[in-house]
């Protein structure tokens, strides 16, 4: 009982809960837990942001860091290059909620500023504008805000956003997340198991099968470089909805998509491995 009086979670202006919204899982990262629901990003129009543009909005939040959450943080750090690294996280994300979605996914509001207890939290890059003459987003990813908030569960956190209105409808939420590496992904795709050398056969036979009756196949040239990353493949892989005989190597595959880290899990979850 005490652990849930120090939660504290002050939202100006009143904003409403969305208890049955769900944030497309993401793959390098466990949720833990919610340390702010997801909520209708509403803004009023005085802004503490210096020398903003007009028309700008801004919301606050303020809470405490429940102890448990504090604790799982500060015990899953690497402290070896001087600097913390923390490997369990509270991630910021914020996403576009569209009309009839019960899934939705990240996507950064136009003029986006965050600042946790006064300090300006690093955001995502911003992606190439493909459209000139509009104000390009940022890459829809998740907020790491660790570094910028006070772990200690009865010291209180101000979180600032600042973003410009575009018309559309943003979902903020906070999470404690575990931040999961290529290495555990990859283990992962090796215990699921992989497609037996007879169903790989059969599916290449059946390939040769498909094509123009008139043509006799007899060969068919298949690479052993993977067209990711341009290395001999050593875990070979596909997806399980893709017809095509050629592979990826699966380590490469997960290493690429790391640096992207919106990628959606059910991309994950479609990759079979090879014999």
């Not at 997806?239 to 990628?263: G, R, V, W």
Request: charged share 20%; glycine share 4%; with cysteine.
């Amino acid at each position: 009982m005490q652990e849930l009086l120090l939660l504290t979670v002050i939202f100006l202006p009143p904003t409403q809960s969305l208890s049955n919204i769900q944030l497309r899982k993401l793959p390098f990262y466990n949720v833990i837990d919610e340390a702010i629901k997801p909520i209708i990003l509403v803004g009023q129009d005085r802004c503490t942001l210096p020398n903003y543009p007009r028309g700008m909005k801004e919301a606050m939040f303020k809470l405490c860091i429940l102890p448990r959450h504090a604790q799982e943080i500060c015990l899953d750090r690497d402290m070896s290059n001087g600097k913390a690294e923390y490997n369990t996280q509270l991630q910021i994300r914020i996403c576009l909620l569209e009309s009839g979605a019960t899934e939705i996914t990240d996507c950064m509001p136009l003029g986006l500023h965050i600042r946790v207890n006064n300090k300006a939290c690093p955001l995502p890059p911003t992606a190439p504008n493909t459209r000139p003459g509009t104000e390009a987003r940022r890459t829809p990813r998740p907020i790491n805000c660790t570094h910028q908030m006070k772990l200690n569960p009865i010291v209180s956190n101000s979180i600032i956003i600042n973003w410009n209105p575009d018309g559309k409808t943003y979902v903020l939420g906070m999470y404690l997340v575990k931040k999961l590496s290529s290495d555990i992904l990859l283990q992962r795709l090796k215990d699921k198991g992989a497609r037996s050398a007879e169903e790989t056969k059969s599916n290449i036979i059946k390939k040769l099968a498909d094509v123009d009756p008139d043509l006799a196949t007899t060969s068919y040239r298949f690479s052993l470089v993977c067209p990711l990353g341009k290395m001999r493949m050593t875990i070979p892989a596909k997806s399980i909805n893709c017809d095509h005989l050629q592979c990826f190597d699966a380590s490469i595959f997960i290493l690429m998509n790391e640096k992207k880290t919106h990628m959606d899990v059910s991309n994950m979850q479609q990759v079979v491995l090879l014999r």
